[in-house]
């Protein structure tokens, strides 16, 4: 079966310092991945997806970055957070092993960010 | 016209209540429909996918697509309290591999 795994669950970072979220997903080969961020009342924001190793697609210009390094791994990056960028992080997996790439996504536990 | 459309609430029922909750989308590429369920603090659960028209059953929940009006359901019946939580609507379709989220519904089943 599949899983994904992301880390940490929570975390506190001053202004200004850098940022490093990865996920990583089990069980299955060639997934589209994506980052989302979860604001209070204003539902999911699409910030990056990959259709494949090396292949990043932004959604929403902003502070952040994201790579694949490897083919079920999936890093978000900042080289300096501001205060606008605390929220709830997600990382989803959906297609791979030869399904089709519009199906359904899963979803890790999420990252708590707050910048201070 | 925002792509799609989800009453946040919040919702509140009693236990043993129907509840329906929708969404309304205006892309007619949208092809693949699902259901979330998010508890607080928690990533999103997928709790039903269909695909292009139709219903779609399993447990106490059923999914209702009807693409002709471009507004998707979900029911659940006999609705207990551990249903509360946020429930999103997403969907997809043609060549995009996004996946578009409604806001999320915020449910209350009170004992």
């Known amino acids: 079966s599949q899983t994904i795994h992301q880390w940490p669950a929570t975390l506190v970072q001053p202004v200004g310092s850098p940022l490093s979220l990865e996920c990583t997903v089990e069980?299955?080969?060639?997934?589209?991945l994506y980052w989302y961020r979860q604001a209070a009342g204003r539902g999911l924001q699409l910030l990056f997806y990959?259709?494949?190793?090396?292949?990043i697609s932004s959604e929403v210009p902003q502070n952040l970055s994201a790579s694949r390094p490897q083919d079920r791994q999936f890093i978000l990056s900042s080289k300096k957070l501001l205060l606008s960028d605390s929220g709830f992080y997600l990382c989803?997996?959906?297609?791979?092993?030869?399904?089709?790439?519009?199906?359904?996504?899963?979803f890790g536990q999420g990252t708590r960010l707050t910048v201070v | 016209q925002k792509e799609v459309e989800q009453d946040p609430g919040p919702l509140s029922v009693p236990e043993g209540a129907i509840v329906s909750l929708n969404c309304t989308y205006s892309n007619s590429a949208f092809q693949y429909f699902m259901w979330y369920r998010q508890y607080s603090r928690k990533g999103p659960e997928l709790l039903m996918y269909t695909y292009s028209s139709g219903n779609k059953e399993d447990g106490r929940f059923t999914a209702q697509v009807d693409k002709s009006s471009k507004y998707i359901s979900l029911f659940i019946r006999d609705s207990q309290p551990s249903d509360s939580a946020t429930y999103l609507c997403a969907m997809s379709g043609g060549s995009n591999y996004k996946l578009t989220f409604g806001k999320g519904t915020l449910l209350t089943v009170n004992p």
């Open positions: 069980g299955t080969s060639n997934p589209n």
């Open positions: 990959s259709v494949g190793i090396g292949q």
């Open positions: 989803a997996w959906a297609g791979g092993s030869g399904r089709a790439m519009n199906t359904e996504a899963f």
